[in-house]
């Protein structure tokens, strides 16, 4: 069946360090893939998307790259900051789901000074 | 413009009672799904409503049910509680649009206790 796997966490790193999260999928057809954020004691926010293969979702210096050949979508950040320690969750929408979300367990990153 | 919102923030309750959660979704927006998402884990999609109606079901007992309203807001109802329904609980509502790009705008959620 669908599902999503993203590494475990938590994922600690200092400041303007390098980071990575990844995350696989499968799925029938060709599903949209997603990046969201829960900072602590909050909802989840969408940090970016990607709709078809070799998309590039991009946002707050964060970048995701849709790779059908290997369906993945890692998560990438070239200097993070300590406001960017949260709880990440990569997830996937099929076309046939209308709107129905499939998450992955979240890793959790956590940036000190 | 509001986003989505949901009442109360928190909940108490003790086995077996009875809870309604409450979800008003972004102006313009027909379809609200909810999720719960248990301590440490990803969310897990309960149901979905649109046009008044479930449209579609996870993997969740009939204990849970829920309504959408002509307004478009939603109640989660989750009977004979128990211990393992502690969980922060998400609405999230989107527009209607045939295909994948329903885009999910989530609230704040709420966060239930049972003891």
């Known amino acids: 069946g669908d599902s999503v796997t993203q590494m475990e966490g938590p994922v600690t790193l200092s400041e303007e360090a390098f980071l990575t999260i990844n995350c696989t999928y499968t799925a029938t057809g060709y599903p949209s893939l997603f990046w969201y954020v829960q900072y602590p004691g909050e909802g989840l926010q969408l940090l970016l998307k990607a709709t078809k293969a070799d998309d590039k979702g991009s946002n707050k210096g964060f970048e995701a790259t849709y790779r059908k050949e290997t369906t993945s979508f890692h998560l990438e950040k070239g200097s993070v900051q300590v406001s960017d320690s949260a709880v990440y969750f990569c997830?996937?929408?099929?076309?046939?789901?209308?709107?129905?979300?499939?998450f992955g367990a979240g890793t959790q990153v956590v940036v000190t000074p | 413009d509001a986003g989505v919102t949901q009442s109360p923030t928190h909940l108490i309750k003790t086995r077996g009672q009875q809870v309604t959660l409450r979800c008003s979704p972004k102006?313009?927006?027909?379809?609200v799904s909810w999720y719960q998402q248990a301590l440490g884990q990803g969310p897990q999609f309960i149901f979905q409503y649109y046009e008044e109606e479930e449209r579609q079901r996870g993997n969740f007992p009939d204990r849970f049910s829920g309504h959408q309203f002509p307004n478009y807001s939603s109640e989660l109802n989750v009977n004979a509680l128990l211990l393992g329904d502690s969980a922060l609980y998400l609405c999230?509502?989107?527009?209607?649009?045939?295909?994948?790009?329903?885009?999910?705008?989530f609230g704040p959620g709420t966060r239930l206790t049972v003891l």
């Open positions: 997830a996937h929408m099929t076309t046939d789901s209308w709107g129905k979300l499939q």
């Open positions: 999230a509502s989107s527009l209607e649009k045939r295909g994948y790009k329903n885009e999910q705008f």
């Open positions: 102006s313009g927006h027909d379809t």
